[in-house]
């Protein structure tokens, strides 16, 4: 299996009066082709950040980004517009992400048009295609976003997202706004066009579970950096990062006779702006030292696939 993207080192800042703000520090990691990476985190690590970055609506300030073997961190105009057929994304929110003076079959249409790939009577062949593959009824053809439900309007930007044929699609948190029955329709409508297309992903959430069942490996990120890479399985098997642990027992668990890992993460995050030297964790980690207040630790591969940030990993999985 070839690696479809390969993030090296990619950082992203952001100019303010205090100084740089680091929303994604030398974060390294590799996708397979038709897989599926999971990004996950608490809100403002960094996870949609670095999904812009990778599809190009954001300019890295540092590292390379590869994608099929080429080197794609700052393109030109040409190849940006090629890799636009390549390279999509899915946004949060399905309301203000979709024109509201468009209907569904317009907003469908805009990126064939925009690419010129179809026009007359193959575009709306295409777009009633893409409603079928969807599941989006065509009868809501010329109904306007504030029309339909929020399900809904995310497959609409789903079916934006495949109207050009990509290889590649961010999801960023695509059904965080959106009920628990409608999410798991949404889940499978996206497991179901992976396979059919031979799709690969990187899914941003925040949601453990939702992550769980779509990601075939997850990257854990805490204030810009990755402290955590592997299997899903093995991630929710054996964490190896304190912060990847405080996330987990995190998780309620629906059993009274099911006794949670006494995990709680205190202290405040450390801000992203003009950070000091070291692992951003240090503030609220229990095992702490002051090499972790001075350097910022680097991923391990303390087991084949399984990539951890911390100084003393090894010691304190061994306790």
Do not use: W
Not at 96 to 111: F, G, T, W
């Amino acid at each position: 299996m070839e690696h479809l993207l390969e993030a090296k080192e990619l950082s992203k800042y952001y100019t303010t009066p205090n100084g740089p703000l680091h929303a994604v520090e030398q974060v390294s990691f590799t996708v397979d082709e038709k897989t599926t990476l999971g990004v996950v985190g608490e809100s403002g690590c960094g996870k949609s950040t670095l999904g812009r970055v990778l599809v190009g609506l954001l300019d890295a300030t540092g590292g390379d980004f590869f994608f099929e073997g080429e080197n794609v961190t700052h393109p030109d105009k040409k190849k940006r517009k090629e890799l636009r057929r390549k390279m999509q994304i899915i946004f949060q929110d399905p309301y203000s992400s979709l024109d509201p003076r468009m209907c569904v079959s317009d907003l469908i249409a805009e990126p064939l048009k925009a690419l010129k790939l179809a026009r007359g009577a193959e575009l709306e062949k295409q777009v009633q295609e893409l409603m079928d593959t969807v599941g989006l009824a065509r009868r809501f053809a010329y109904s306007y976003p504030h029309e339909l439900d929020g399900g809904r309007r995310q497959r609409i930007g789903i079916a934006r997202a495949l109207s050009v044929n990509p290889r590649f699609i961010v999801c960023d948190e695509p059904v965080s706004a959106l009920d628990v029955s409608i999410q798991a329709q949404v889940l499978n409508l996206l497991k179901e066009l992976q396979i059919e297309k031979g799709l690969t992903y990187v899914f941003i959430t925040h949601n453990l579970s939702v992550v769980k069942h779509i990601s075939h490996d997850i990257l854990v990120m805490y204030c810009g950096c990755m402290v955590e890479k592997c299997p899903s399985k093995e991630l929710f098997a054996q964490p190896l990062h304190p912060y990847t642990k405080g996330l987990l027992a995190a998780i309620p668990i629906p059993s009274l006779h099911v006794k949670k890992p006494d995990i709680v993460l205190s202290g405040e995050v450390t801000s992203p702006v003009n950070p000091k030297p070291g692992c951003r964790f240090a503030a609220r980690c229990p095992y702490v030292s002051d090499l972790c207040k001075q350097e910022m630790p680097k991923p391990q591969e303390l087991a084949p696939g399984h990539f951890v940030a911390c100084h003393h990993a090894k010691e304190i999985n061994s306790l």
